[in-house]
């Protein structure tokens, strides 16, 4: 049974996402502070975490930059801030998702499920065996989740991570950001195409790309983007 640990201290929705939660027959423990919610994701086995920005000791921006310093797992935000600078900020510190309040309870126990189900994917691809992606330039090893540019170990979260592969593995081909969604976080965007936006940016800022243009990942306006390989890059000079 997947453990899922919500930290919140708002009662209502605690209480709205254990029961939809435990009847999806998941195990469900809640913690109403930030530091003892990031104790129980040091110490207890935790698949998933539910997490909300306010908190009554620190905010939750700060507790995902101290479980992704540690663990790999999926962290989805659930908060009543709704501004697209608190979304890009929670996708910013590594974040797999960000749910705004008041949410429909099916719809959080479809992220959780699609967010587990990819991680899950994933876990059971690197016990295949070594899967590599080689470039000019850019070497992703798919096994070990590591990625060399110019031979410089960079970092990426799992989501970053995700996308970067997906696209690397289907080079020239145009994707949508509703396309991206789906094949990258497992379900239809409903609405929240700003979160394929901030993790293109972050995945290219990371392999030092400096425009839309330059670079492996291109955008195609009106379009998506797409990956370009370096003889693509000649053909077009």
């Known amino acids: 049974m997947k453990h899922i640990l919500i930290i919140d201290d708002d009662r ?22 930030g530091s003892l919610g990031l104790k129980r994701v040091l110490e207890d086995r935790v698949d998933l975490v539910l997490l909300a920005v306010d908190l009554p ?11 992704r310093k540690n663990k790999d ?41 699609a967010n587990l189900a990819c991680y899950d994917r994933l ?22 989740r590591r990625v060399y540019v110019e031979g410089k170990e960079k970092f990426f979260t ?8 997906f696209l690397a593995s289907h080079p020239n081909h145009v994707y949508s950001k509703d396309d991206l969604f789906s094949a990258v976080w497992g379900m239809d965007s409903l609405g929240d195409i700003a979160t394929v936006t901030v993790h293109i940016k972050k995945v290219r800022r990371k392999m030092g790309q ?13 379009s998506g983007y797409r990956f370009r390989t370096l003889q693509q890059d000649k053909e077009d000079e």
């Open 12 to 33: 209502e929705a605690i209480e709205l996402e254990r029961d939809y939660l435990e009847i999806s027959s998941y195990s469900v423990s809640v913690e109403s502070y």
């Open 57 to 67: 000791d620190t905010d939750g921006f700060e507790i995902c930059k101290q479980i």
């Open 73 to 113: 797992f999926p962290v989805l935000f659930v908060s009543g801030r709704k501004d697209e600078i608190d979304v890009v900020r929670g996708l910013g510190v590594g974040a797999d998702d960000y749910i705004k309040k008041p949410f429909s309870p099916n719809e959080l126990v479809a992220r959780v499920k």
């Open 123 to 144: 876990l059971k691809k690197e016990k295949t065996g070594k899967d590599y992606i080689d470039y000019p330039g850019l070497h992703i090893d798919k096994n070990a």
């Open 158 to 165: 799992t989501k970053e991570f995700d996308l970067l592969c």
């Open 210 to 222: 400096t425009s839309a243009r330059s670079g492996y990942i291109e955008t195609v306006w009106g």
